[in-house]
């Protein structure tokens, strides 16, 4: 959905599956769209015409500056584990469980409900007590809590863990854009807690606010659950700081504030995202498109990971030690330094890296947090000019990766680098090794029908970032709106010096493609099935460390695709 205006915050109303995706759909064109200046482009001044936000203090620190500065060995302060909800054989008996079959919804819906809430953290381990802020839109409601753990459970989306008696949630004061950095942060007061306790098994987690009221439509607030036992050999990281990026709740996002135009929508966003607000909109639909149908597909195919989160990550960068492989979704868009370096570590170690997905650790962010460690923001200038906390540290500029300040293009991690948004097309297949495509009919030449889009990623050209012994999976030459030549999208992978087998899918539709609940609407049944084995394959081979020693890539030389070319659009 489009940024709203001062108090449109909230959408209610019987919509349909299919209004809502098309909806979502116009959403991401609006975040995304090339054709619509980048937040701060074509300024140095970023907020200089900007209407004036509410008198207060700069909410990004100098303390955010100092944490990311620090080197990986170090952790920072976050909440400590004082029980265990992993033992031995946990993944396998939470399968056996009975699913819930309403929530979360099979076609994405990112509309709230007439009761929206916060939590006052993303990410949460066994024994920690979550705070729960609700605020009712109509005059006060009933409404019950729902921790839902979102997994595959005899074809369900999801098992209900834990609920809460009867709430009463009333009305609470909208905040409104406030200081230098145009913060959204509400201030409503405590309407419950919730204890994360042994009976909650590591995963993704909505927690559903679910009114009494059988016609009202329910809102979700996603949490992570982290382990405090066993370890699973992958580690999905969930993007929590792309949702709040795209968080527009109050009519402020990252990408756009309020106004009439793209210019004057540009000139208000916000450059902190607060935490403390309902995650609503576009940041909603990161969750659900993005990382949703991975936690899905790894339930369905018996693959037990633990989840954790790019701010989590940034706290405590070893959890990534030892994994056979860590995983992506759909659009983890936003990585801090310390969660970048920790990525890179644990490929230099083994470990595997697939990305599901495309637009990966595009923008460096930085996370202000409050004395106990929890995130109270994410801070993203876009343009050194305008952070200057960052200039005794250059390295921790919030600015793209691959920019000349930072020059740590993330396709030398990942293979691919950003390409085009806005767009949609077909892969056809280059290569397909018989490792990664068993169980396929694919041969070079075949096309997968639909699955390229929203945002793609490609191998560089010659000079670029890309390794050299990337070898080129899947390609498509896609036309770009506004301009003149297409875009080249590929799936790739490379095996790394130490090992590491590389995976890049280079779209973000491919995870919620394995789910049929893109916004563009599900794709032919025979792309679903050969993404499905394509993707078991490959994290089949993962599940071991050093992948990439036992399936070394065969380069390929950069696709000759005549006018097709990389270019420099991202969201």
């Known amino acids: 959905m489009r940024a709203r205006a001062p108090g449109t915050r909230r959408a209610a109303g019987p919509w349909t599956a299919t209004t809502l995706a098309a909806l979502l759909l116009l959403g991401l064109v609006a975040a995304c769209d090339p054709a619509t200046p980048p937040p701060g482009a074509g300024s140095t001044t970023g907020s200089t015409s900007a209407p004036a936000a509410r008198p207060g203090p700069p909410a990004a620190s100098a303390s955010s500056v100092t944490q990311e500065a620090l080197p990986i060995s170090q952790d920072l302060p976050t909440p400590a584990a004082t029980c265990t909800n992993a033992t031995d054989g ?7 469980h009975p699913g819930v079959g309403d929530v979360p919804p099979r076609q994405v819906r990112s509309a709230a409900g007439p009761v929206v809430g916060y939590l006052d ?13 609700l605020s009712a839109t109509r005059g006060p409601m009933d409404v019950r809590l729902r921790a839902l753990r979102v997994g595959d459970y005899g074809g369900r989306g999801a098992r209900l863990v834990w609920e809460s008696p009867v709430l009463t949630a009333r009305p609470h004061p909208e905040a409104v854009p406030t200081g230098p950095d145009r913060v959204v942060a509400e201030h409503w007061p405590v309407s419950t807690t919730l204890t994360v306790d042994a009976t909650w098994p590591p995963g993704l987690y909505l927690v559903e606010v679910r009114p009494v009221d059988p016609t009202a439509r329910p809102s979700l607030m996603p949490l992570v659950v982290q382990t405090s036992g066993t370890r699973a050999a992958y580690l999905m990281v969930a993007g929590d700081l792309t949702w709040h990026a795209y968080n527009e709740y109050g009519g402020t996002s990252l990408y756009a504030g309020p106004g009439a135009t793209p210019k004057e929508r540009n000139a208000t966003r916000s450059f902190v995202a607060s935490t403390a607000r309902p995650v609503s909109g576009d940041g909603l639909t990161q969750v659900l498109a993005m990382d949703v149908p991975l936690v899905r597909f790894l339930g369905r195919h018996h693959l037990a990971a633990d989840v954790t989160t790019v701010s989590s990550l940034d706290a405590v960068p070893a959890q990534v030690d030892g994994r056979s492989a860590v995983l992506l979704g759909g659009h983890t868009e936003y990585w801090t330094a310390r969660s970048y ?22 923008w460096q962010a930085r996370i202000e947090r409050d004395p106990h460690g929890l995130p109270v923001g994410v801070t993203v ?10 200039q005794k540290a250059p390295t921790t500029t919030t600015v793209q990766w691959r920019s000349r300040l930072l020059g740590r293009d993330p396709a030398a991690l990942v293979g691919v680098g950003m390409s085009a948004v806005g767009v949609h097309g077909s892969y056809t297949v280059r290569t397909a090794p018989a490792w990664l495509f068993a169980g396929t009919s694919l041969r070079p030449g075949s096309v997968l029908t639909g699955v390229v889009g929203y945002e793609v990623d490609a ?34 992978y490379h095996s790394a010096a130490s090992g590491a087998g590389v995976f890049a899918a280079g779209s973000t539709y491919w995870s919620c493609d394995l789910d049929a609940t893109c916004p563009n609407g599900p794709v032919p049944a025979p792309t679903v ?13 993962f599940a071991a460390p050093r992948a990439g020693a036992r399936h070394p890539s065969v380069a390929t030389a950069y ?13």
Do not use: F, H, K, M
């Open 459 to 492: 191998v560089e050209p010659p000079g670029g970032d890309t390794p050299a012994n990337t070898q080129v999976l899947l390609q498509a030459v896609v036309p770009v709106r506004s301009r003149s030549r297409p875009s080249l999208a590929t799936a790739a």
């Open 90 to 96: 946990w993944a396998a008996a939470e399968e056996r």
């Open 559 to 571: 696709p000759a695709l005549g006018q097709a070319s990389a270019g420099d659009d991202a969201s």
């Open 529 to 541: 099935a050969a993404l499905d084995r394509i993707t078991t394959n490959l994290l089949t081979a």
């Open 121 to 133: 953290t993303a990410t949460a381990v066994c024994g920690q007590r979550v705070t729960v802020r």
């Open 341 to 362: 370096d920790a990525l890179v570590r644990a490929r230099d170690a083994g470990t595997n890296l697939a990305s599901l997905g495309a637009n990966e650790i595009y």
């Open 381 to 390: 200038y876009r343009l050194a000019t305008l952070d200057t906390l960052a």
